[in-house]
């Protein structure tokens, strides 16, 4: 799992909240001694030289041996990354103690500084036993989660079994003396401390061993947010003192009266722990401007605070957004609801009065759907979901209850029952009076099967529109709910259209019935988009539900006698009560059927495509989904061509394909980084760029040459 984000300079806010969200979405991984991914291998081991006894101390550790180039980070990452973390379950007699850290190194990034560790690393935990202890073996359960680093940088995460012998001596691995060595030193002659002048933090050390004296020195502070990392301090000696100053970080977030330190120089594996006395006060913490965030791959990204559009930029995004709502009523999701428009417009076409209002109607319930669903993202994200555009049609249970919804309209179009012989007479009465409800309630429908398809325009907007304020959010997505329903309503408001229509008469129950294909065509799509997320029997399920509301509205439609009736009715609602009992499990299964992979594709990680443009190959990433009529669409029309294949073969092109029918935190998160909330999106990764290029969201041949001609 490898999500994409941009890295700041406040990591322990923004990475930490991010990859605990990426994590608390990944897949449990069965527990064993050793991990392995591209990256690194860690396994968990021990080392108890008397045994496991009460009173004993045993050690275990978490050994990770990094593939060249990539690394871990230290407790203080620096300006970036994630210190690794280790939860351990244990016998209730024993109890682990914090991680004793190795000297890390510098690991310069950019204009930023970490620290952390490459090449083969054990971190290494003390464990007490307490006198309660009596059992044979230890039983030791960890999960450890790492954010390993190179060019992107990838959260990992492993479940660690590990059974350890109390009879018998563990010596362990070699990596323990090796851990040991490097572990920071307290010297008793050492003596540190501090004080503030002007932007620096001048710091002065004796005591510092003799194999020290007059070499340069490494300043690392274990607590993050205080010093400007990647700062050159200005060093030198006195005699036997070492003094440093080093910038103070224009953003720091604390100011200790004791600043815990590692000193550590060249040659020496073990370096020096400090407690360094800051003997004057601390200058006031100041807001200060962010340097510009470097772009890798992490966790899912944490919710950044909202940005304000300027006055012109805000009004580029509700036009496009206007333009985008225009578009999508050309989106093929649309057209059966907008069947139901258009014959309620001919109904009343030459009652202009009627016409308008109905047209206002479907205009404010349009509306406020758009504005309602949004709020709902908006908050969701908020409270750290990761969710994106067209959320809804991921979860099984919606698209089921879509389609019986459709099937139903389907029914009531071809004559089969009428939903006002359904309904209470005073309920049918109402419904005659206030048909404005009717036209409101259509707004909402459309709304429902319409904001999963992205049109040109309305990709880049919906991005941008999620990262604003609530108030200017609200109003990007209200200026797409006007762009849809605004069609409708300019055709009300246009005299010489309704003059064209004919008069209402008996050609439109014709018209009636025909329009009921369409919502069957619309049935028979949600009901593959389920069996995308949730697999053939689920799809099954849902068809012989479908079949049993069919017969109940047969019945409900058909004169029967009383007998009868009460016969067809009550085997009707038993074979739809017992489909649905059925159906039901099914759509809550927590992991979708599995799929065939098409040739040529592979499913997407950011792990798999960093492997792919460090070994020099360009990546093509389609991200889709099964409910986006868009991305069959383009799937079909340019990306399943045999020259557009032939092309990405000739270039090497790898391909991924990021399928988002289904909830998936990690797809969010990218799609996030791309300024992106929904899909489709394609994005071309190539090796040692820093961003990836994004095509137009209609996809077409000449976007795919386009986009391969700028390969070397």
Known sequence: MAPVMSLSRRPLSFILAAAALAWAG?????????????????????????????????????????QPGWHTYWKNPGDSGLPSSLQWQLPAQVSAGEIAWPTPKKLPVGPLLNYGYEGRLLLPVPLKIGPGF?????????????????????????????????????????????????????????QASARIVGTNLVVSVAGLPAAWQGRPIDFLPEA??????????????????????????????????ILPAVLSTPGQAAGVALQVKVESPWPPIAAAAPLPPI???????????????????????????????????????????????????????????????GAVAYLVGVVLSFMALAGLLLALRAGGEQLGWGFQLQQPAVVAALALLFTLIGLNLAGVFD????????????????????????????????SPCTAPFMGASLGVAVTLPAAQALAVFA?????????????????????????????????????????????????????????????????????ALAFVAWVLGSVFGRVARLGFSALALALFIGAVIWTLPLLHEG??????????????????????????????????????????????????????????????????RADWTRRDPTIAAELARLGRSGVPVYALYRPGAAEPQVASEILSVGDIEDMLSRLP
């Open 134 to 190: 009596a059992a044979a073996t230890l039983p030791v359960r960890l999960h450890a989660e790492w954010l390993v680093c190179k060019e992107v940088c990838i959260p990992e995460q492993g479940d660690f079994a590990l059974d350890v012998p109390a009879q018998a001596a563990t010596v362990g691995s070699d990596a323990f003396a090796t851990a040991f060595a490097a572990l920071p030193q307290t010297v008793a002659a050492a």
């Open 591 to 656: 992991a979708a059927a599995a799929t065939n992979a098409e040739a040529g594709w592979e499913p997407w990680s950011a792990a798999r495509r960093a492997e792919l443009t460090a070994q020099g190959r360009p990546v093509f990433v389609d991200f889709t989904a099964a409910w986006c009529v868009t991305c069959q669409v383009n799937k079909r029309t340019t990306l399943d061509r045999a020259e557009v294949r032939a092309d990405f073969e000739r270039h090497h092109v790898a391909l991924l």
């Open 224 to 257: 993050a947010g205080v010093i400007a990392n990647a700062a050159a301090p200005e060093a030198s000696w006195q005699g036997s003192t070492w003094n440093a100053k080093i910038a103070i970080d224009p953003q720091r977030s604390a100011g200790p009266a």
């Open 26 to 66: 990944s897949p449990a991984q069965a527990a064993s001694a050793v991990v392995t991914t591209p990256e690194v291998r860690a396994e968990l081991t021990a080392q108890a030289l008397q045994g496991v006894a009460p009173g004993q101390t045993v050690w275990l550790g978490l050994e990770i041996q990094h």
């Open 419 to 450: 939903f006002g012989s359904l309904l209470p007479s005073s309920w049918a009465s109402a419904r005659a009076r206030h048909p404005l409800v009717d036209s409101l309630l259509t707004g909402v429908l459309a709304v429902a099967v319409a």
């Open 479 to 547: 200026a797409l709910g006007v762009g849809m329903a605004l069609p409708m309503l300019l055709a009300s408001l246009w005299p010489a259209l309704a003059d064209a229509l004919p008069r209402p008469g008996p050609w439109m129950v014709h018209v009636r019935g025909l329009l009921a294909f369409p919502m069957f065509a619309t049935v028979v799509w949600l009901v593959w988009v389920l069996g995308q997320q949730a697999g053939i029997d689920a799809a099954a399920a849902l068809l012989a539900t479908l079949v």
């Open 295 to 357: 772009t890798v791959a992490a966790a899912n990204p944490a919710p950044p605070a909202p940005a304000t559009a300027a006055a012109g930029g805000l009004a580029l995004t509700l036009a496009l957004a206007l333009a985008g709502g225009l578009l999508l009523n050309l989106m093929p999701c649309v057209f059966p609801v907008l069947s139901l428009k258009v014959l309620s417009f001919a109904a009343h076409a030459h009652d202009r009065s009627k016409l308008v209002a």
